[in-house]
């Protein structure tokens, strides 16, 4: 007599726990080699100091500290999507391999940051100063890495600890609003100082920051639907 099949727990998947050890030996790597790295960051964000962006003035040091803590991002954002779609789509997982899934959705996410990088850099090259754009895409990639240390809590208590899918939904919509809140402000601190450009910065940020995220999660979500389909 068949037994029936046990739920699918992400506690239970040896891929999501390996990648949790990783991110965990990241963080810990990056705390004790590269702590001057991350005050400095941090002291020139909160500063606003014009300092170089990642590529600019940096040490080698620096620019893997930065590396592995945006990849570390981007693979707990991939883990908050799959745990979402996990919860709402289970027949995709009934489907395709966990595993697939998560590498796609990670990918989408590095997918995505790379874009921005991108268009910012485009975008800010033809109206901004070299000096300006540098603020910017240091500041655009600390807010990255200080979300993603953020979430890792998140994901583990997810993981680990049955946080309900609802809570989980809460804070993880917290630090991104936190995250593009911060965004906001640092951008009209930098490029839009008073209140006539507010107009121009509105329109800066949701077409190089929302509008992408948004035709990517619609795609996303139309992508699932067909897989699912077909």
């Known amino acids: 007599m068949s037994g029936e099949s046990l739920p699918y727990l992400l506690r239970a998947d040896w891929m999501i726990t ?3 050890f990783m991110c965990l030996l990241l963080v810990s790597y990056v705390f004790s080699q590269g702590r ?26 620096d ?9 570390h991002a981007c693979l707990l954002m991939g ?23 998560l590498a796609v959705f990670v990918g989408c ?24 754009n540098s603020v910017w895409m240091s500041a ?13 809590p998140v994901i583990l208590l997810i993981v680990y600890f049955d946080l309900s899918f609802q ?16 965004l906001f402000f640092k951008c009209f601190s930098n490029f839009f100082g008073n209140f006539h450009g507010l107009f121009h910065l509105i329109l800066y940020l949701c077409t190089l920051e929302i509008l992408p995220d948004i ?16």
């Open 18 to 20: 390996t990648i949790l």
């Open 36 to 61: 001057k790295h991350l005050l400095l960051q941090l002291k020139s964000f909160v500063s606003n100091r014009e300092r170089g962006s990642l590529f600019d003035d940096v040490t080698t040091d």
């Open 63 to 71: 620019v893997r500290y930065t590396f592995l803590l945006v990849s």
């Open 79 to 101: 883990l908050c999507v799959y745990n979402y779609f996990a919860n709402t789509t289970p027949q995709l997982f009934q489907l395709y391999s966990h595993g697939g899934l």
């Open 109 to 132: 996410i590095a997918l995505l940051l790379g874009f921005k990088w991108l268009a910012y850099t485009f975008v800010n090259w033809i109206f901004f100063d070299k000096m300006r």
């Open 140 to 152: 655009y990639f600390n807010v990255i890495i200080w979300s993603g240390f953020l979430m890792l």
């Open 167 to 182: 809570t989980s939904l809460y804070l993880t919509g917290f630090i991104l609003l936190l995250a593009k809140i911060t």
């Open 215 to 230: 035709l990517l999660w619609k795609s996303i979500v139309l992508a699932n639907k067909l897989f699912i389909q077909y």
